[in-house]
C-alpha cells in the first residue's frame, strides 16, 4: 500500500495518509476553479479518518456542506472536506511525490 503525503508551500501544514484513496479526480466545476485559481482542481479522495493532518489549517464553506482548507501561514490550498459523504480531498499538487496521482 502506497503512503500519500503532502505539504503546504512554507511546510507549517503537513498531511498524511495510509489508506488507497477512494477516487482520484479532475474538476473543472466553476467552484473549484475559483477554490484553486486554476482551470481544474485535482485532487485525491481519501475517508476523512484517513488522512491526519497537522500545522495551522485554516478553513471556509465554498458550499454549505462543503469546507476548503488551506495553509493559515502561506494560503497553499490543500484540501476540501465533505462530512456529510466523509471525504477528504487533497490537492494533487501538495503531494510530496505527484507520481502517486494516477486520475
Known sequence: MARYEGRCLCGAVRYRAEAEPINERVC???ICQRAIGAAFNARLL???DDVTIEGPVATINSTPDLKRGFCAACGTTLFSRRDSRNILGVTSGSLDDPSLFKP
Open 28 to 30: 473543472h466545476c466553476r
Open 46 to 48: 481519501f475517508r476523512i
